[in-house]
């Protein structure tokens, strides 16, 4: 079965630092472009950061986050820091084929007290 599985959400402090993580399943991440995206309450869905199949690019809506593959474990993270309440969201992770993400994991909740 091929998926992604999100994980290291939780509750933290304004000013905390936190690292995600996307496992994949079934599928080799270094193969593919990624991307994190988030979502909070009442909003759309946006993309935080991405990487490409190399590594060597990368994009981010945040200079506060840092996204990195291992592909030994065939994870990519995402490593946020100086975390505010406005980042609170639930964050997904998604595989990019052929220009598009076709696979996206269940999400991981990121909740940013005051």
């Known amino acids: 079965q091929v998926q992604l599985e999100e994980s290291g959400g939780g509750l933290v402090q304004a000013g905390d630092s936190l690292r995600l993580s996307c496992t994949a399943s079934?599928?080799?991440?270094?193969?593919?472009?990624v991307g994190w995206f988030r979502q909070a309450p009442g909003k759309e869905r946006e993309l935080v950061a991405s990487?490409?199949?190399?590594?060597k690019y990368t994009y981010y809506a945040e200079v506060r986050f840092t996204i990195a593959r291992d592909n030994a474990k065939n994870t990519v993270s995402l490593q946020m820091s100086s975390l505010k309440p406005e980042d609170t969201a639930t964050y997904y992770c998604?595989?990019?084929?052929?220009?598009?993400?076709?696979?996206w994991g269940q999400g991981t909740q990121v909740t940013v007290s005051s």
């Open positions: 079934g599928r080799t991440l270094s193969e593919y472009g």
């Open positions: 998604a595989t990019a084929d052929g220009g598009r993400y076709d696979l």
């Open positions: 990487i490409d199949r190399t590594g």
